[in-house]
Every structure is written in structure tokens, then in C-alpha cells.
């Protein structure tokens, strides 16, 4: 005997709906600059024993309300609790330099400061992807970017960075031959987003990019080893 239908309709569910939904949830709705040298602390599995600082430069709100400290790492601004990488790095948890205090959750200044900063600039949900935020970068980030195959690779400064309505955040760099004054602000028109125009983008602190600038060989060869692991594979096969 088979078993009796139920006389309600069945309900069909869109799980890629669903999915949509669920991402939306977590995407980034407001930024903070970081301002008092927090810093994320993360392990490589070279070293399991040893911690790494690096300074966080921002902090960000997600739609579910979720607050994540954010660095520049590899292509984006990542948020902290991402990194998840053998060669990489492992993220640990948070740190203030100052008193040597290691925690696992945003502090609650900074929380407290983007909830409300988020509530007065509420923003509209539109079909067409819009600027809700500009931050100027204050850590002298750089960028390592790549165009065509086979193309020189250019170093340039990251002079801030932008918030879009769909969550992601894109870098603001310089076009030299547009800058009418010095220094550089985020509202110039000389600036346009990293990927926009660029293939790929990889990001650096300053003490590195100043290692790239001085042909530092050590620092040649692991940024060799980072941006071109494919070229590397094709070449072994």
C-alpha cells in the first residue's frame, strides 16, 4: 500500500534562491578605518609554533550584522577570518600591539561604531550596482599588477579603496599621466579601480613593495613563485 498524498500543494523550492539570499546576507554593507594599530595574527604551517601579525586595515559590517576585521591579502580585501591556507596562513584571532591582548572577536567600539554609522547611512537595494562608500588607504598599501601575457609587471600605490552596493570592494589606483595635483586623494579623477583595467592585481605592504622596488632577490623569487604557479606546472609537465 502505498502512502497517502497529502491534499496541500507541493511546495517547490529555488535553492539558488536560497543560495543568493544566504550571500546577500553576508555581504559587506559599511566600512571602518582601523586607526589604533589592531592587527590580525595568523600561523603558517611552516612554522606551527610561530605567530605573525600583520596591521588590519579596516573593519566591516556584513548584511547579517556580522563584523570582520579586513586586510589587504593576495587579490582583495580579504576579511580575516578567510584565511585558510597551508602556504599562506591560518587566521588566529586579533591583536592589540599596544597591550600585547590576543582576541578572537571584533572589539565593541568597532562594532558599535559601524552599527550606528550603518543605520544613518542606510542605503537602498537597486538592480544596478552602485558606490556606497570610499575609504583613503592609510597603510601605503601597494599593487603589483599584470596585464597581457608576457606584459612588465607595474608597481603602483594604493591610494583607497571603494565599497559597492553588491559587497565588493575594489582598490583605487593611480593613472600617472591624469594626476593634475599631489598628493593624491580618493575623489581625483586620475583613479580608477584596480581591476577594471588590470588582469590581475595582487597586494603588498609597503615594507614589501619598497623590497620589489630595490630588486631585493629573496623577494624577487617568492613573488616569482606566487603570481606565475601555473607557468611553473605547464613547465614541469
Known amino acids: ?29 559599511r566600512l571602518a578605518p582601523e586607526l589604533d594599530g589592531l592587527e590580525m595574527v595568523y600561523r603558517l604551517d611552516a612554522h606551527p609554533d610561530t605567530l605573525y601579525g600583520m596591521p588590519i586595515l579596516a573593519w566591516g559590517m556584513r548584511e547579517n550584522g556580522d563584523i570582520v576585521g579586513l586586510v589587504p591579502w593576495m587579490e582583495s580585501l580579504t576579511p580575516c577570518e578567510q584565511l585558510d591556507d597551508p602556504d599562506h596562513g ?11 591582548e590576543l ?13 550606528h554609522a550603518a543605520a544613518y547611512f542606510e542605503y537602498e537595494d537597486t538592480r544596478e550596482t552602485t558606490l556606497i562608500q570610499s575609504l583613503p588607504d592609510h597603510q601605503g598599501t601597494h599593487a603589483l599588477c599584470m596585464d597581457e601575457e608576457g606584459a612588465p609587471w607595474q608597481l603602483k600605490q594604493v591610494f583607497g579603496w571603494r565599497l559597492y552596493s553588491d559587497g565588493t570592494i575594489e582598490s583605487l589606483l593611480a593613472d600617472e599621466n591624469l594626476i593634475e595635483s599631489v598628493p593624491v586623494l580618493p575623489g581625483d579623477a586620475c583613479l580608477y579601480p584596480g581591476h577594471s583595467r588590470h588582469r590581475v592585481v595582487y597586494f603588498f ?3 614589501i613593495a619598497n623590497r620589489i622596488r630595490q630588486e631585493d632577490p629573496a623577494t624577487l623569487e ?5 603570481v606565475m604557479p601555473d607557468d611553473d606546472e605547464e613547465a614541469a609537465e
Open 1 to 29: 500500500m502505498g502512502i497517502p498524498l497529502s491534499p496541500r500543494p507541493a511546495r517547490v523550492i529555488d535553492l539558488e534562491s536560497m543560495r543568493q539570499r544566504q550571500l546577500a546576507r553576508r555581504r559587506l554593507v
Open 90 to 100: 591560518h587566521f588566529v584571532g586579533y591583536r592589540d600591539p599596544e597591550t600585547e
Open 103 to 115: 582576541f578572537d572577536q571584533p572589539p565593541e567600539h568597532k562594532e558599535m561604531e559601524l552599527a
Open 205 to 207: 605592504q609597503r615594507q
Open 222 to 226: 617568492a613573488l616569482a613563485m606566487m
